[in-house]
């Protein structure tokens, strides 16, 4: 077992039932992490659902970011879980191909609304995953605030200025100026 | 010793001799771990003090935080000696209130020129740099780039919409819509 170190408290904290009842559940650290990392790669996979069938593709955009570093946050053993490799967990490889194809496409959906800058790539989401683990570690309280000031920050830098869409263009043409109408 | 963890391999490497030779000078962690610290703090004074200098207050802001970033990016101990509580280096309150009070002038600095958002926040600083500790630990190579990336986003963030000064006002009143001049 490599790489994961998800605290079994935090498991228990998670299942709310005490460390002795989680020992008889699963009585090995390998069950317990395997059902762990299911249940936070089913709440990522839920997020993303959500999004993809926002009529808004920008608002799941900006709804998955916030939702998953939310779960960063408050969840200590979240970004080693999400981020290693997990070679035991059968369906990691199938659950996180699919999670990059529906994250491909809500970024070219929030692209093709003009709402997301052009040159924002889809490495740019575990660059955000990445930076949020690092401002996540003290208290609960201070983790969110710090998230929750990091992610707004990065969602108006991935934002298209200006920030909101224009009105649709008056039918004007050069003519408007050179043939100036009388004025009564 | 709590919260220090700077490999002596790196220091080695920065001292450009070998760790044999280096613990000829430094026969304790502990002397290495204040000369390692000594070394960062200085560099990031240096860089706090060219930002200050700068005629552009806004280009003395970015100076000082792309400087900082890269530090970050290619020292692996960077962050633990720049975030920890150090208490055998005697000077280290004093390095860090000078290090606080020059921040501050330079954020106010460059708010006043009206380039960085009003809502900026000193603490923002130090989010900046746990985010971009989260970013560093692949190889150096790919620490730099992902840095850079971050680093760009949050300046870009953090930078005033619009981007650019605009030109001063016309010199115009709502009298020149009501009284329209005659065109020849």
Redesign the interface.
């Known amino acids: 077992m490599q790489g994961i170190d998800v605290p079994i408290t935090a498991i228990a904290r998670r299942a709310g039932v005490g460390a002795a009842t989680l020992y008889r559940h699963f009585p090995t650290r390998a069950s317990l992490v395997t059902e762990a990392f299911a249940a936070q790669m089913a709440d990522c996979v839920a997020a993303l659902d959500d999004a993809l069938a926002d009529p808004d593709p920008w608002r799941g955009f900006c709804s998955v970011i916030e939702k998953v570093c939310v779960m960063q946050a408050t969840d200590r053993g979240f970004t080693a879980a999400f981020l290693s490799q997990f070679p035991d967990a059968v369906d990691y490889e199938r659950d996180r191909t699919r999670a990059e194809r529906g994250l491909a496409q809500l970024v070219q959906r929030a692209k093709d609304t003009g709402r997301l800058r052009a040159d924002f790539h889809p490495a ?1 989401l575990t ?1 955000l995953v ?6 996540v570690g003290e208290s609960q309280q201070v983790s969110l605030a ?1 998230s929750r ?2 992610t707004a ?2 969602l ?3 934002r298209t ?3 909101e869409p224009l009105p649709p263009p008056a039918p004007l043409g050069l003519q408007h100026i050179h043939q ?1 109408q009388p ?1 009564h």
Chains 1, 2 share one sequence.
């Open positions: 740019d660059l990445l930076a949020n683990s690092g401002v710090a000031r990091l920050y990065l108006q830098s991935f200025a200006p920030t100036p004025t």
